[in-house]
Every structure is written in C-alpha cells, then in structure tokens.
C-alpha cells in the first residue's frame, strides 16, 4: 500500500490557494518527499502528516520552486525531534546546492546524507526504523525500488518512478504435499531456497505466479521525450506537469521546457498506465478544470491535481 | 506620509493562516521591506504591494523565520522586470549569508547592493526613481533617517527606525516683508541661505519652529534591554516582538531571548511612543488578542498585529 499525496500542484512561482508541487508517499509510516518549494511546510501541516517520519527527499532539479523550501523544512524537522539521519537524493549538482543551502541553517540535530544520480535504480528499505538507501543495492530484499530518468527541461532534471514488488501467492497444499515443515514456508515465501532432509526445495515450487506490485512515476519539469513512454510502463498513478492547460500555449511549453495537459495525455496514453495526475500549474492558469477536455479527450483517466490531492495505492 | 503593512505576525516557523513576521513601508511608491521569512512572497501577493517597487530590504537577522523567504523573493523580483539595483542592509554576517543564498538562485537581472551596518545611521534618497542609500550620508537631504541598534539576541540581530524629518512651515508673509523674490523661496525653505542684492538671507528668517516628522520603529528579536527606550523614543508606531503572550512564558522569553506582550508594553511605556503593534507570535499561541491586556494594561495604546494590518502614519 502508498499512500500518496499532492501537498501543492502549483509550478514556478508559490501564489495565494495553491503551494508549490510538492507529493508526499507514506509507506508503512515512513515519508519520501519529492521536491520542496517555498512553503511546502505550511502544506505539511495543512496536512497532518507531520515532520517526524520524513526520511527521504527526492530532487527533481534546482529550480527554485523545487528547492527554496528546504532550509525551513530542514529547520522545522529539528525543531520537531528529528535525530536519525535523512536522505536527499537528486541529480549532479545536488552537493554544491546543498552546500549552499545548508549555510543558511545555524543547526541540525541530524545527519544528511546525499546521493548524486542520473539515470539509475535504488533500492530503499526500512532499517532502524527509518527508510533509507540499501549500500548493497538488493533490489530482491527492497521495500522500494526507486528508478530515476533524465529529462529534457532547461536544466539538468530527473523523473523518479517508485515500485513496490509484490511477492507470489504461497501455496500451503504443495508444501504439505512436499512434506515440507512449516518452520521453512516463510523463507520460501520469501523466495529463498530450502535445503531439508538432503532434497533442495526451491520458491517456485510452492509460490504462484508472478503479482504485479505497485508503481508510481513522477515526470517535472521536462519536455515529452519518448523516454518517459517506457519509463512509466505500466504505472497505478502517473504524475505529470501540465504547466498549460490551453493547446494553444503549445510555444510557451516548448520555449520554456514544460508541457501542455494534452502532451501530458499522450504519453499516459502511450505509457500503458492506469491513472495520470497532472500537476505544476502555470500560475497564469486560475481554474485548470476548464482544460480538463485538453487532456481526457487523449486519456480519458485523467485528474486534475489540487493542493491535498490523496490517493491510496493497493495491490490489484 | 509612510505606509505601514504588516505582511505577515508569526515567530519561529511559517504555519497555515499566519506568515511569518514581516513589515513592508510604503514611501512615495516606493518600498522597504523588513526581514522576509519564507512564504513573505505569497504575503505581498496577498497585500497587492507588488514586487518591482521594493528597492530596499532590510535583516533584522539571520534565523530562518527572517530570511529564508528571500531566495524566493529575489527570484520572484527579477521574475516580476525589476532591472534596477535594489539594496539589502543588515548585521555583519550578510556579505557571507547572501553569497550562500545567491548560490541557490540562477539568474537575477538586476544588481543587489549589500550592506552591512551596526549602530548607525544611513541616509535613504529616491534618485533615479528608486529609493537608495546616500553615499555622503547627508541627513539634511535625506527622505529617510534609518537607523540601527544591536539587541540582545541569540545571534547578532539589529532593531531600525525610520524617520521622515518635516521642514518647519514656510511664512510668505515674512519672505514678502524682506521684498526677497519669489523665485528664492523654495531655496530658502529647502534651509539653503540666499544671496540677493548683496545681502544674506537665513531660511530662519522666513520659516516657523522646527516640527515633529514621522518616525516608526521596529525592534525584533531581543530581550527588553534599556536601550531601546532611548531608540524609540517620540516614535509614531512602535512594532515589537511579543513571542510571548502569557507572563508565565517569562523564563522561555528570557531562555531564547525573546519578549512577553508585558516587557514590550514597558519598554512602549517608558519610550514616550503613541502606539505600540506587538508581532512575532510564536506558533503555540493561537489567539495573541486573548493576550492584549497583559500589554494594554500597562500600555494602553496596544494592537495586537495581524497579517495584513495596515497602517498610514501622517504628520501630526
């Protein structure tokens, strides 16, 4: 289950009644946060979910509406208790920012760790009680493997996609069958081999087939590159910047690096995916309702974001 | 005439439906900005002051809750088609405070003039449409008497006022006795003597007493030290930090050096001030007005601020 939610669907400026696109997943009580403009901690407590349990942030890129939040969200975690270490995860560059950024913070009663990526996999895993990146990079053992792609936006920006496996049913009768005792099942289970008795029992032999688990991407602030097709195969819920809701902004999206709702439509359309949230709304557009039809015409699950937009992932 | 905002009347951390503590001064259409914590650029959204007439911004000091908004603020200016240099004073620190907040910032296109003062005096002129510091520091001339005194916080943190001097009144009854021309008058009620037919003519000849001119100050975050009563004296409006509302907060407001509306209320009343506006509430005190009598008891001129409380200081 992920529990994901839109604290801001605004894009390059933060205005009165719309925060900065800002999404918060919780999985299993733990928070990831991608990207955190001005006033993103306003929108954390508007909605309830709390400092405390933040332990990975994700940077799409440098701009400023991406990143002017975090000296004050970074404060405010210390101040609410915050000791065990926080990861930020974003693209080349992230060190230097940070270096900058963080000589605005007089004091953090945490540790920070960064890691620089490009186009990669990662593998998160709740260990002491927090979400953290695994060294070794066993995506087999991962809560959540995290892939990253490179976008095509003004400057250096990545697409992140989270993916929660499922395992395969077990199947009680043919372990009983095999005369396997129950102390092995749960190692089966969870796709380890047996050696009992001389005889090696291996998963397939007692799991069903293959589940499909659950998959989130994130694609702000880029171009449609044809790469974002593969890249959210097969997502629940896909995020997507609209910065313009009007067709007819097709040069502006263009010139500025960004989409439109129906470039946005395409890809979901392409991408095989169940669900396309837009969000990163030019704040020259009032009421992205009234470009919805920009957008369902092409793909017709569409929703259009909005401050404390949620939505509950499950298994299928 | 100079008009007062208070763009935001919270403390510590930025929380919905209350900025952070942040006053903007409107002179002759032009703007000074002090302090700016982040989400200050939603608040002047708010308050329709506009960006591109804010020429100078003055820093109280460098915790998060005065400055974090910058980044955002100096982004949004050059957003907005501010080409004109704009000037920020504050304590010794800003020169290296600012070169790690501009590191955040990609491209402004417009100049920032920094500079860093202590206890002293700078003199504020509109030249070239744009409300700047003089260089020669000659107060005669002057719109604006700023003035700065270093308070007893945690870290270095300076309290302004602003003072708007009035010429004394100008009697063409006296100036026609002396048979001085007309074209001279504005001479000499700018206080610049006149040379007319071999004879010197004071301006005091021809003006009135001297008269009181506006002055407004603004003293956050400190303990209630005695030099501030000297500092505000005969001021119009007084704005002070009340972080505390309650006078059983006495021991937190003297742990992290800060005021209850009770020690703001004696200072107000032994500064010989008119009115006093208490700000920078701190985030557990809900409702500072169920506070008011704590400081109007003692000062019975007291507002309790608010985001959005505006006032107009006139000569009296």
Known sequence: MLNVTLLGSGGGM?????HLSTMVLNYKGRQILIDCGEGSQVAIRKNHSGFKSIDIICITHFH???IFGLPGLLSTMGNSGREKSITIIGPTGLKKIMKGLLSLVSYLP?????VEISRSKLSLKIKSG???VERNNNSRQADIILST?????SSICLGYSFNISRNPKFHPEKAMALNIPKEYWSRLQSGKEVLYKDKIYKPNMVLGKERKGIKLSYITDTRPIKEIIDFIQESNLFICEGTYGDNEDIEKAEKNKHMTFKEAAELANNGNIKELLLTHFSTAMNNPELYKENASNIFKNTIIGCDGYNKVLTYE
Chains 1, 2 share one sequence.
């Open 149 to 153: 792609l490179e976008l095509d936006h």
């Open 130 to 132: 927090i979400l953290q």
């Open 14 to 18: 933060p205005i009165p009644n719309r």
């Open 64 to 66: 400023g509406d991406h």
């Open 110 to 114: 945490y540790d920070i760790k960064l």
